[in-house]
């Protein structure tokens, strides 16, 4: 069964920093794209950033550009984002999710349950 | 601020049908393909629709998705309590080089 699994998720002062991680299981990994969402307290989704399956190539919304960095390791089949310069626009839930094709440009069609992350001001 | 929008809202009565908008743009909807995701806050999303009309094994044929120039379409015939959710579009913005969603659609099965 192909699942992703979330953590790293937590409370964090307003200025920290904190890194998630995605675990992947029952597919080739280094095969598919992975990305980053997040969907904040009463507001929509949000698209965070993608990174191809050999990590060569990384894509990042404006809203986190230069503060978030995406990153995986293939050997141990596990997604990264590590999260710097944490404001309170920031509080949501993350979820990573795998392309169904490989590719970034395509849908993503397995997605985690989210860890919430909490940035206090 | 969303590049891609859609109606905040919209309604029906079971078995009755819903159709959510998604307008974007030529950096986005014209020259990628559309997907579709519902959610539940607290759950994983679901992919509904990809390649702007395509069907992910174990999503039922109540479901469907269009395109035409820089808008998309999701339609929801057979409304069920259980389609109650938020619905996104998404796709590839070529300008900014990022993906991108919908601002949602709220389904509400009255």
């Known amino acids: 069964e192909v699942q992703l699994l979330e953590s790293g998720g937590d409370f964090v002062q307003s200025g920290g920093s904190l890194r998630l991680s995605c675990a992947a299981s029952?597919?080739?990994?280094?095969?598919?794209?992975m990305s980053w969402v997040r969907r904040a307290p009463g507001k929509g989704l949000e698209w965070l950033s993608v990174?191809?399956?050999?990590?060569?190539?990384?894509y990042y919304a404006d809203s986190v550009k230069g503060r978030f960095t995406i990153s995986r390791d293939n050997s141990k089949n596990t997604l990264y984002l590590q999260m710097t310069s944490l404001t309170a626009e920031d509080t949501a839930v993350y979820h990573c999710?795998?392309?169904?094709?490989?590719?970034?440009?395509?849908?993503?069609?397995?997605w985690g349950q989210g860890t919430m992350v909490t940035v206090s001001s | 601020q969303s590049v891609l929008t859609q109606p905040p809202s919209v309604s029906a009565a079971p078995g009755q049908k819903v159709t959510i908008s998604c307008s974007g743009s030529?950096?986005?909807?014209?020259?990628?393909?559309v997907s579709w995701y519902q959610h539940l806050p607290g759950s994983a999303p679901k992919l509904l629709i990809y390649?702007?009309?395509k069907r992910p094994s174990g999503i039922p044929d109540r479901f469907s998705g269009s395109k035409s120039g820089t808008s998309a379409t999701l339609g929801i015939t057979g409304l069920q309590t259980g389609d109650e959710a938020d619905y996104y579009c998404?796709?590839?913005?070529?300008?900014?080089?990022?993906?991108?969603f919908g601002t949602g659609t709220q389904v509400t099965v009255l």
């Open positions: 999710a795998k392309t169904h094709r490989g590719s970034y440009l395509d849908a993503s069609d397995i």
């Open positions: 029952g597919f080739i990994f280094s095969t598919c794209a």
């Open positions: 990174i191809s399956g050999l990590g060569g190539a990384t």
């Open positions: 030529s950096s986005n909807i014209a020259n990628n393909y």
């Open positions: 390649d702007n009309n």
């Open positions: 998404g796709t590839w913005d070529s300008s900014l080089s990022a993906g991108v």
